[in-house]
């Protein structure tokens, strides 16, 4: 199957500052990418939807100015969590949309957040 | 997307077939049945999807009921490392995201 990958899988970082999160499809070109988040032991919560070449489309309840996306080349895409706070801490997941007859989503490994 | 209903929590023995149902009595004509999984601290893992018929790939089996309303996902043999969160999740195959509920803990047991 696809490759998408996540970097960085974890990363602890001081209340204030902020932090970048990259996703690439490896061996596919991906126009659109999404980013999830997820708390312990509930499921996944769709975030932003990632588009090359445009603005991100925010969920609602997501604060566009906290979760910068940008999605500058058909294989990359990255969410900064700017001025992270410990609510912030989460478990970040990025996928990859595959155009096809039916379209299927890969995704990445996830970023472990946690915010001191 | 329509909505799915799982059980929360499967125990199966090593070795043995794994059946996990999924109900999605509203599904549309045009909706996909797609099953993922996620091992714990990782992203989820795509398994299979079908229409109507049933389907095989190298990881599992998909069963589709004639009236669309239910399936079972099917791991032939389970193994240990089968333990995680399995997503039973209905979209249609042009639809951008995906809808997660809350899915099935599968503990394949020694």
């Known amino acids: 199957g696809a490759v998408v990958s996540q970097h960085p899988s974890r990363v602890i970082c001081k209340s204030g500052t902020s932090v970048k999160i990259e996703c690439r499809s490896l061996?596919?070109?991906?126009?659109?990418m999404f980013w999830y988040r997820q708390f312990p032991k509930q499921s996944l919560m769709l975030m932003a939807t990632?588009?090359?070449?445009?603005?991100?489309?925010?969920e609602q309840g997501v604060e566009k100015d906290k979760f910068l996306i940008n999605h500058a080349s058909l294989t990359l895409s990255t969410l900064t969590v700017t001025s992270a706070h410990p609510e912030d801490s989460s478990f970040y997941i990025c996928?990859?949309?595959?155009?096809?007859?039916?379209?299927?989503?890969?995704f990445g490994s996830g970023t472990q957040l946690s915010v001191l | 997307d329509a909505k799915t209903t799982q059980p929360p929590s499967m125990d199966c023995a090593e070795g043995r077939a794994a059946n996990l149902p999924c109900n999605h009595s509203t599904i549309s004509g045009n909706e996909y049945v797609y099953w993922y999984r996620q091992i714990h601290s990782q992203g989820p893992q795509y398994i299979i999807h079908?229409?109507?018929n049933n389907e095989t790939n190298e990881m599992a089996s998909l069963i589709i009921t004639e009236d669309r309303k239910s399936s079972t996902l099917i791991l032939p043999h389970a193994t240990l490392r089968d333990t995680a969160v399995y997503y039973c999740i209905v979209r249609p195959g042009s639809a951008r995201q995906l809808t997660f509920g809350s899915g099935t803990q599968l503990t394949v047991l020694p």
């Open positions: 996928s990859a949309r595959l155009q096809g007859v039916v379209e299927k989503l890969f």
């Open positions: 061996d596919f070109q991906a126009t659109t």
């Open positions: 079908g229409l109507k």
């Open positions: 990632s588009n090359e070449g445009s603005k991100a489309t925010y």
